[in-house]
């Protein structure tokens, strides 16, 4: 059967999406965001949010890596994010770098925002650097995202 495809003219948010360095600035906007990217049992309040995403910059989960941990706006508002560290304090996973969280506003997602932060993120690595991430295996949105960018589990 033949499909009739529309979609409407135009860049594509990948294309227009502001992508940069998360600075200190930003820890608040970013904490909101993460609150709002996932469900309150996971993260807490907004202010537990903030206070985490401050630990992740502070080094509690790593070495914070400044130039692969970035923002993504749309119309110069946050709509994603990826914290990355090297050296995370858990004894598996020491020797790698770390995306510890990757999170897109909901009203963003499935816009190719997430792959466009993994992407930007693995480019701002050492090359010859292991990447890895935990993620539940029921989270099919995000297990397909990285293993299109060619993430395979660890054996
Ligand atoms: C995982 C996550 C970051 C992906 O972000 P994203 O900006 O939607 O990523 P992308 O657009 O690049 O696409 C990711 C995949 O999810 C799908 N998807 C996720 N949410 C979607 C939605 N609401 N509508 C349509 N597609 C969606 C995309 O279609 C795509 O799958 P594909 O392989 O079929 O193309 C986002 O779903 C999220 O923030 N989830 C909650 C936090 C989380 O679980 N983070 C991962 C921690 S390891």
Redesign the pocket.
Known sequence: MQLTLVRLAGPSV?DTAGVRPIGEADIEAVGRLYAA??PVEVVGDEAAAIADVRASWDGEYGVWLPSASLLAEVDGRP??AILVVDSPPWEDVSDLVF?I??????A???????????RSALSAVEPGRVVG????DE????V???R?LGFQERT
């Open positions: 990948q990217s996932f709509a994603a995306i969280d990757l999170f897109t506003d909901p963003h997602r499935g816009r190719g925002l997430g792959e466009l932060l993994v991430l935990r993620v539940d989270n099919e949105a995000a397909r995202l990285y299109r």
